[in-house]
């Protein structure tokens, strides 16, 4: 086995005893195995660049504190702790507490506790360093003790990731740090910090830590627009909230459309029946759209009718989608007299005569009752009624590498919610002006 595969396994080593916290363990492995990186750790705590021997150890409570200048006790945690958070908090612990790590050279002691979340170690700490205090060899000699918190973030964006971009052309790749890094992207991809689009190369892949960043960026863009933060939506997505009457929220997601990178904004005009009286009763002429124009481009617009199943709150059951070869179909089906006629509450004893109306109309193209689960859902279930409404789904597509662009142009993001803001509001012109 590589040796660097040891920092996500519980084994021994002369200088350490194995922790159930596997993520100390890797920290400290990472450290001990890359001097330069130990000393720029060093540096960050304690503001004094060290070219003596630095020596760490974990779960140690044996060290005398006397022979130490000075005495720093580092909480790491997944949240950032203010420095009046950490004087208001008292020491508190068991009768003989140990640290889950020591780092130290001649002048410098670090005593460590870690946390994987966003619990406080700050009283733990404090314990520690007391009983440390007490256990000393030189009873009278003053300890100068300080206290400082970090956030892993701020470990990977000012020691780790720094460290392994400074050694990226080096003939000794960092595999330590790489390995810690692999390990936090893994375990806490919260943790890493989020570069601009244009520093990450795009992926759709569920379990890919990239996917997870750009989403999170672009989560921090559309926080930029005038909708606001997205939220997380009853049906469980998290969109943005748009105030369009006739449509209350957009989808901003990653895909791949005719083999090309871009960002997929989802609008879901008239899901609703209240929102439907909205579109049903104007002009209709954009739902034949393909392309829609901005300021900022001409992007592909494809349109999806279709005839949503809905229950209890509106919460949706099923539904038929007028997708690919049906797309025309449910546009000439998608009228304001079927919208008077279907768009309603149907009682369980008026099923039959619904029943009879959608196979009216698509008994001899698709089978409906498929499509929408109509039978397990509805007719062999407990339940009394179904809501019908008609809705599209208008799907924009913006090619990622504009979105790059405009990062790299304004990293603070701006630039690239203007575009998503423009491009939902050419959506909301189209749709109004017909």
Sequence with gaps: MNPHLNIFNNYREDYSTPLENNL?????????????????????????MSWDKVSVSIQDKNIDISGFERVIGLALTSKEIDDLTIAAIGAYGSATPIPDFLIYNTRVLIVGEVKKHSENPVAQLKNQLNYLIEQRSEKGKEVDINYKALSWTMILSKLIIPHINYHKKSAMQPVW?????????????????VPTLDKVDFSTDEDSVTKQLIEKRLHTIQGFTRFGTPNYWVGGRITM?????????????????????????????????????????????????????TSDGLYELDIYPYVKFSHVMGKWIGAINFNDEFQDRGKQFHTRK???????????????????????????EFDWRAESGWDPEF???????????????????????????????DPSGNTAAALLQNTIESFQTLVNQT
Excluded at 342 to 358: A, N, T
């Design 24 to 48: 100390t363990r890797a920290f400290i492995i990472t450290l001990h195995h890359e001097p330069n990186l130990l000393r720029d750790f060093m540096y960050l705590i304690s503001g004094e």
């Design 177 to 193: 740090a790489n390995n810690f890094k692999d390990y936090i992207a893994t375990h806490y991809t919260d943790w890493l910090p």
């Design 338 to 364: 079927n919208f008077e006629k279907f768009c309603k509450s149907w009682d369980r004893g008026d099923w039959p005569e619904l029943e009879q109306k959608f196979d009216n109309e698509f008994s001899e």
């Design 241 to 293: 909230p748009i105030d369009f009457g006739w449509a209350t929220e957009a989808l901003v997601q990653l895909t791949k459309h005719h083999n090309r990178n871009a960002i997929q904004i989802t609008i879901w005009p008239a899901d609703t029946k209240a929102q439907g009286y909205r579109i049903f009763y104007k002009g209709m002429d954009w739902v034949n759209a393909t392309s829609l124009t």
């Design 379 to 409: 007719r062999h279930s407990g339940r009394n009624f179904v809501f019908i409404s008609m809705g599209f789904e208008c799907n924009i597509f913006i090619p990622f590498e504009q979105l790059q662009a405009a990062e790299k142009s």
